[in-house]
Structure formats: C-alpha cells, structure tokens
C-alpha cells in the first residue's frame, strides 16, 4: 500500500508570511496515462474537509491563488503564501493514483 | 448547489449493524462516484467505500471489507453505507463525497456520527 508522509506534523505561521507542507509518497504517483493523482484538503475547525488543489497543481474552483501545490513523482509540496486567519486548520494531502490513501495531516496554527 | 447530508449514526453496541444515508441534490446523482470517508475522534482521514455512479463497481478499503457494503439508489439521489459487525475502532465520524472529473472529493457532507461503544 502506499504511504504519504506529511511534514511538519505542525506547524505555526505568522499572518502574512509563507507556509509549506511536504508530501512525499512511497512509491511515484505517476499514473500510466501521464497524470499525477495528488490532491490536498483543508479541514477547517469543526468543519467538513475541503478540496483545495487537484492534479497536484490545479486549484479547485474558488480557491484563492494564495494557495500553490507543486512537486512529482514522490515529493509534492503546498505553500500557503500571505497566510490568512482562515486558513488555519489541518491540511491533508491524498492520492488516487495506487488505491486510495490519506496522509496524516499537518496542523496549521497561526501565531 | 451541491449539497449532501448524511443521516443515520447514532450509539451501537459492538457487534450490531447501523445504515448511513447521503441525500444528494444540486447535481445530476446518476451520473458521478460516491465516496464514503470516514474520521476517528481527533484523528486523520481513512476513505472506506466508493461506488460507481451506476453501481456496476464498488471498493472498500481493508479495514471494512466483508463487514461495509456501499449501495445508492439513483431514483431517489441517496448513497447508503450498511455497516454490519461493528467494532468499537468503526468510531467516527462518516462522510460521503462526490468527485468531479478531475478530483476525488470535490464535495463532502457534513457527516454523522457513528459510536460503538457497550
């Protein structure tokens, strides 16, 4: 089965600067048609998770280009510029391209 | 627009079965794959069961495989989780989700809370 190791398990941000979560697969999501099932949610307190980025780059419809998902094969990255109050949270990264699977979770908090 | 809402959790004792509900509206249901996630009390994410959106094909995650089944009826725009022999590890909190053409989980409900416990 396929791991997906998110880090920082937390992390703390002040307003306005930059965060960055790693994803990093255990084995390449390139799928045989050339596209890279890597997705990222936000869960936001007390809410339903959210979709934020598909594809590994594309951001779902209303997401604010603050938010930029990069990376291939095993190594994959968010960066959350400008970090705002609401995106506080935990962020999960997910792939669909071997079954399934979840990473663990990174906590966004802010300072 | 897309809205979902699950129905049906409630407090079991281990051993007993329980049926989730997932009304959907704002979409065409017959046309996309269902998903059910699941979340234990402060912890991760663990997607549990997909359905095709003509049930022709459904998967389950290993650790509810034999015991879950996932079915839909496209008549009525609602997803079901039958969920039998449960253990108090099936604790949570049970979503279902709908794709997009390039996403898995577009869209999630608010979920139900499902608890076993004696």
């Known amino acids: 089965d396929v791991v997906l190791t998110q880090t920082p398990v937390s992390l703390s941000v002040t307003l306005g600067d930059q965060a960055s979560i790693s994803c990093r697969s255990s084995?390449?999501?390139?799928?045989?048609?050339?596209?890279?099932?890597l997705e990222w949610y936000l869960q936001k307190p007390g809410q339903s998770p959210q979709l934020l980025i598909y594809?590994?780059?594309n951001r779902f419809s209303g997401v604010p280009d603050r938010f930029i998902g990069s990376g291939s094969g095993t190594d994959f990255t968010l960066k959350i510029s400008r970090v705002e109050p609401e995106d506080l949270g935990v962020y999960y990264c997910f792939q669909a391209t071997h079954d399934l699977t979840f990473g663990s979770g990174t906590k966004l908090e802010i300072k | 627009e897309v809205q979902l809402v699950e129905s049906g959790g409630g407090l079991v004792k281990p051993g007993s079965s329980l049926k989730l509900s997932c009304v959907a509206s704002?979409?065409?249901?017959?046309?996309?794959?269902m998903h059910w996630i699941r979340q234990a009390p402060k912890k991760g994410l663990e997607w549990i069961a997909l359905i095709y959106y003509d049930s022709s094909n459904k998967y389950y995650a290993d650790s509810v495989k034999g015991r879950f089944t996932i079915s839909r009826d496209n008549s009525k725009n609602t997803l079901y989780l039958e969920m039998n022999s449960l253990r108090s590890e099936d604790t949570a909190m049970y979503y279902c989700a709908k794709g997009s053409t390039r996403a898995m989980f577009a869209y999630w409900g608010q979920g139900t809370l499902v608890t076993v416990s004696s």
């Open positions: 594809e590994v780059s």
């Open positions: 084995q390449s999501l390139e799928y045989s048609d050339g596209y890279t099932y």
């Open positions: 704002g979409f065409t249901f017959s046309s996309y794959g």
